[in-house]
């Protein structure tokens, strides 16, 4: 089974100066794909895009709703993070059973109080 480690980055929000790119959208493609080529040298495996909602402050109490845009990336983990989760480790450890089955009187543990008058 292959497990993968995700890396979740903000996409760029406008674009960059190049030689030939003269619209808005050529230079922020340009900056995409440079960012693009970046994290796949570092071995990271393109996703997808998304845009997730996400709470900011507004003024001194409010907040306000406003959308970011994400790129997800992927590759797969090194030996030793495969390891750490193998099923064996996720696996709670193990509590102690309670029992059902009610104890006998006799293995109850209490305390005998007895009344007696004292002798005046």
Sequence with gaps: MKF???KVIPAPKKGEKAKGA???????AHKLTGLMNEMGAAGWEYVRADTLPCEERSGLTGTKSVFQNMLTFRRESR???VEMLTPAALQPKAEPKLS???KKPSEEPHDVVTDTPKAV
């Excluded at 003269?22 to 922020?28: G, H, L, S, V, W």
């Design 4 to 6: 993968y480690e995700y």
């Design 22 to 28: 003269k619209t808005p959208a050529e230079r922020f």
């Design 79 to 81: 030996a030793e993070a």
């Design 100 to 102: 059902a089955i009610p």
